[in-house]
């Protein structure tokens, strides 16, 4: 694309470095910016230098927040014996959704990656393991997303935890409710074979 | 979605404030910035300021440009006599492509549409009159596309002109280039039936 401006060529590249827009795409919104008033593009712009200079993570689960410890880690209504380790804040955002979780959460920033050069030392395991040292927690789950990389994970996190006093789980892989099983893929319908349930306890889980 | 964090929150509004882009999206281009270097932030942000604040348009077509002169109005080996009536700049980058025009342009803005709020005052309708009215322009090619707005423009443009000493075309429509009959709509096959071309001149064409 030649463009007949370097400021707006510029912003169109930066625009497009983000995951997901293209040249074309960034070309569409910086378009629409400069349509409307001056003061859209600066609230934006602030937004971004805000969140991205004066960001602050949870000290215990280092979870996005604005103050020293989160919402969830400060409730007293919270159960702090039980440990749900996940990915980053929008698994937080999910689980919180679903109003069956009363533990408090962990957030490694992350997957093992050594494509994308993300090794145990770009996480928040270790402080993960010295949490668990303290002897407060009686349960880990994992959930993770179940993938070669969250697979990884799992099993490194689940070998520095070895000789401590922890039980560890991880989150069940079956047929989604309100699934057909002539669509579901073969691992996870073996899976949710494999790993049934006393038909009791699906009874209570509703 | 509740956020643990209005930092957070404030940056994912203003992202989703952007065309195309919900609060799913948002996010994800959001946390995808705090994984990264600050200074990809900063770059971002430095270039949407700039282009907002320090955009300027040509004065003679109103496309965005750095200078005063736009380098297509300002180029001697330019037409002055045929000028092509666009939308905006991605019109001229897309006929700029096709190396077929060797004219000048003039860019509206956008087009007349009541739904939006559009008038004709806030288009550069104005100028364009008064540059057919020095008597320098022979044609006017309208090239907005085909919709009940750009053809209520092209319209209330013509009105403008009535009693000026200039032609004005509009460009063809019809079948694309490789495209099969069959699938073509009607309206644009009726089209390019009523408005058929000699044969000699669809072999000049290439």
């Known amino acids: 694309m030649e463009?007949?401006?370097?400021?707006?060529e510029n912003a169109v590249y930066e625009m497009s470095q983000l995951p997901g827009i293209g040249k074309r795409t960034a070309l569409r919104l910086?378009?629409?910016?400069?349509?409307?008033?001056?003061?859209?593009?600066?609230?934006?712009?602030l937004a971004l230098d805000h969140l991205r200079n004066d960001i602050k993570f949870c000290t215990n689960c280092h979870n996005i927040s604005d103050v020293e410890v989160c919402e969830i880690c400060?409730?007293?209504?919270?159960?702090?014996?039980?440990?749900?380790?996940?990915e980053d804040i929008r698994d937080v955002m999910a689980i919180e959704n679903t109003s069956q979780y009363k533990g408090l959460y962990h957030v490694l920033g992350g997957?093992?990656?050594p494509m994308e050069g993300v090794g145990p030392q770009d996480l928040t395991i270790g402080p993960l393991v010295e949490k668990v040292k303290k002897g407060e927690i009686k349960e880990l789950i994992f959930?993770?997303?179940?993938?070669m990389e969250?697979?990884?994970?799992?099993?490194y996190i689940y070998k520095q935890l070895e000789g401590l006093d922890v039980n560890t789980s991880t989150i069940a892989r079956g047929i989604s409710v309100g699934d057909e099983l002539e669509y579901a893929d073969e691992v996870t319908l073996g899976r949710s074979i494999v790993n049934r349930?006393?038909?009791e306890n699906s009874l209570k889980a509703n």
Do not use: Y
């Open 3 to 8: 463009f007949s401006s370097k400021l707006l």
């Open 30 to 45: 910086v378009l629409h910016l400069l349509k409307r008033p001056t003061e859209q593009t600066q609230k934006l712009t």
């Open 74 to 86: 400060a409730s007293p209504r919270r159960d702090r014996s039980l440990v749900c380790v996940v």
């Open 111 to 113: 997957k093992i990656s």
């Open 143 to 147: 959930a993770l997303s179940s993938t």
């Open 150 to 155: 969250g697979d990884t994970t799992n099993f």
């Open 197 to 199: 349930i006393p038909f």
